[in-house]
């Protein structure tokens, strides 16, 4: 309370959609969905504010506040193929996009500052793309995929962009393959096959806590831990 924190008001929303579906026939089919939705009064993370006089190890503090008035739009595009390849199996084939940007209207609480901002509107991906295909033949199933995740930015507190840094886009690759017998099915695996990470936090990033080691910002949507192997059996009671 003495740093600012008052009790917090139910967040109020309205939203609006509009959709289409097509179906051609031959296996394919295609939705596009729009939307936008407004929050008034939304619940958000302070900046982290000093304490006058340290508690401690405590030097700082954050809290829930009614931070913003803001507003999504985005799209949502999703379409599936599938073939029927007679002896040779089936093959399924889908591709997705979205595009969605947040902005803020209105600032109601001075502790969501313009660092607590950017983590809102420029920390996650604005467009994100999927691309993968399944193919079916007796008990075999090879599955991939590629996901591009779009770049994004890490905001600072400092008007003119200096603390700012920009993190990279990234295509994810993943593989697998399983074999069904009888009750058990088999599978092997790759997540994040071509080993991508993430744009390394710069030696001068004061927020993610690179002096201390830690190379990757915790806002990137694609992880930091690298290429991941899997081998998992089930059963089917």
């Known amino acids: 309370i003495a740093l600012g924190a008052k009790p917090l008001a139910p967040e109020k929303s309205t939203s609006y959609s509009i959709g289409a ?24 993370y302070s900046d982290q504010i000093s304490l006058a006089v340290p508690i401690g190890q405590v030097s700082a503090a954050q809290f829930f506040v009614n931070g913003a ?20 199996g089936t093959l399924n084939l889908s591709f997705s996009a979205n595009y969605n940007k947040i902005e803020i209207l209105e600032i109601s609480d001075p502790n969501f500052g313009r660092a607590s901002q950017g983590l809102l509107t420029d920390a996650t991906p604005r467009t994100k793309y999927v691309l993968s295909g399944d193919w079916s033949l ?16 890490r905001r600072g507190d400092e008007a003119d962009g200096s603390q700012d840094q920009g993190f990279a886009a990234r295509w994810l690759l993943n593989l697998s393959t399983s074999y069904a017998w009888h ?55």
């Open 21 to 44: 579906v097509w179906q051609p026939g031959g296996g394919f089919n295609s939705t596009l969905d729009l939307y936008q939705i407004r929050i008034w009064d939304q619940i958000l």
């Open 183 to 237: 009750d058990l099915t088999f599978t092997v695996g790759a997540d994040n096959v071509t080993n991508q990470y993430p744009t390394r936090t710069a030696l001068n990033n004061i927020y993610d806590d690179r002096p201390n080691g830690l190379q990757y910002s915790p806002p990137s949507p694609l992880g930091f831990n690298g290429r991941y192997w899997y081998g998992p059996v089930s059963y089917r009671f």
């Open 138 to 153: 007796a008990g075999w199933t090879l599955h991939g995929d590629a996901t591009r995740y779009g770049a994004i930015t």
């Open 69 to 88: 008035t803001t507003r999504t739009r985005g799209v949502d595009w999703v379409s599936n193929y599938l073939l029927d390849l007679d002896r040779a």
